[in-house]
């Protein structure tokens, strides 16, 4: 996780197409949609461990060609939609590479097991007892 988004910004290619939405008569004469492309196997900011790891992790943000796709047209300006897509990317990243704790399971201690156990004996007396005998001979 050793990357920032300076480096990064030298390993991707974007690529720009007129964005719906806000804008008005901006949106039919600018290209403000910016799609970011980013190939992982080409990287030299991760190691052959981490490209695997990214690789699994990302596997439904691939294009067919296997590169990472990231699509922003939030703003009306181009720049800061290649800013907010950078911004996506890093957090991705960042995100994937992130190792899950490995869960130990607890065991239950001899104490709590046995006020578990002596609850349990408490409320089946009490229900025994509420029972009424009947003896029918």
């Known amino acids: ?9 030298k390993e991707v290619s974007y690529k720009t197409s007129r964005s719906g939405g806000k804008g008005g008569q901006n949106v039919n004469k ?6 970011l492309l980013f190939s992982i196997d ?13 690789s699994l992790k990302l596997q439904s943000r691939f294009n067919k060609d296997g590169l990472v796709q990231v699509v922003c047209d939030e703003e009306r ?14 957090v991705m990243l960042a995100n ?3 190792k899950q704790k490995v869960r130990k399971p607890l065991k239950v201690s001899k ?6 156990l002596g609850n349990k004996r408490i409320q089946s007396e009490k229900k025994q007892s509420r029972r009424s005998n009947f003896d029918l001979n």
């Open 42 to 54: 080409d990287s030299i900011l991760f190691s052959d461990e981490e490209k695997e790891i990214l």
């Open 1 to 9: 996780m050793n990357f920032n988004k300076a480096d990064l910004q």
């Open 77 to 90: 300006s181009q720049y800061l939609n290649k800013e907010i897509a950078l911004e996506k990317l890093a």
């Open 96 to 98: 994937a590479l992130i």
């Open 111 to 116: 104490g709590a097991k046995l006020e578990r």
């Open 30 to 35: 600018v290209s403000t949609k910016v799609e």
